[in-house]
């Protein structure tokens, strides 16, 4: 079974900050992949930055970077130079490979960008 | 904008009724999920639809069904609905291949019993 924990229910950052939002994660699969999603208060979920468990390299998207270390079993997100629209509610998930499509979502962090 | 469309946006049913939600999957994309999202929690699996048959379920009850049309379009049917299945629906449609991909989703429906 997989399992997401994020242990941030809520932060407060100000604005033009750096912020670290937390995750680890366990699964006996070898292969998988980690996602971070977006959900303002409208309600979709906004894809943001994706890795997989072998890759070498740490995910990187404009001002989101993905902290992978795999002994570790932590996908930590890294929110560069924060705006005020970033506040939002954040969702560490992961998704088996090989598998079907399901996704295993932590119970999320509220972000608030303060001006 | 993911390419992915959810009807209703907001829907109002009492204790009992049925319901029925749809989700128009991106262009191209075989694979749809569903989640359901109660306020404050993160989503949780329903099941996933891939090429019109069922490809995995989560821990709900047969009451909760779906289906996937040949145009990739799909719906969740909610029976005898109770006031715990108050809360946001997610349809989430992707692309089924060896590796991951990216799953795009809908702005979900709100469903609230009464």
């Known amino acids: 079974a997989q399992k997401i924990t994020q242990t941030q229910p809520g932060m407060f950052v100000q604005e033009k900050e750096a912020v670290t939002l937390d995750c680890t994660y366990d699964t006996s699969d070898p292969s998988y992949g980690l996602f971070w999603y977006k959900q303002p208060s409208s309600g979709e979920m906004i894809f943001l930055i994706y890795?997989?468990?072998?890759?070498?390299q740490n995910a990187t998207e404009g001002r989101y970077s993905l902290n992978f270390q795999k002994a570790r079993k932590s996908a930590n997100l890294v929110i560069s130079a924060s705006q005020l629209g970033d506040s939002a509610m954040y969702f560490c998930?992961?998704?088996?490979?090989?598998?079907?499509?399901?996704?295993?979502f932590g119970t999320g962090t509220r972000l608030t960008i303060i001006p | 904008e993911t390419g992915v469309t959810q009807s209703p946006t907001h829907l109002i049913k009492t204790r009992g009724q049925q319901v029925t939600l749809r989700c128009s999957s991106q262009?191209?994309?075989?694979?749809v999920s569903w989640y359901q999202q109660a306020l404050g929690q993160g989503p949780q699996f329903i099941f996933q639809?891939?090429?019109?048959?069922?490809?995995g379920r989560g821990n709900f009850p047969p009451r909760f069904s779906g289906l996937q049309f040949p145009n990739y379009s799909s719906e969740l049917n909610v029976n005898a609905l109770e006031l715990d299945d108050s809360a946001l629906y997610l349809c989430?449609?992707?692309?089924?291949?060896?590796?991951?991909?990216?799953?795009?989703f809908g702005q979900g429906t709100r469903l609230t019993v009464v």
């Open positions: 989430a449609s992707s692309v089924k291949t060896d590796e991951n991909t990216e799953a795009f």
């Open positions: 998930a992961m998704r088996q490979n090989f598998g079907n499509e399901k996704l295993t």
């Open positions: 639809y891939y090429r019109e048959e069922e490809n």
């Open positions: 262009s191209g994309h075989n694979t």
């Open positions: 890795q997989g468990s072998y890759d070498q």
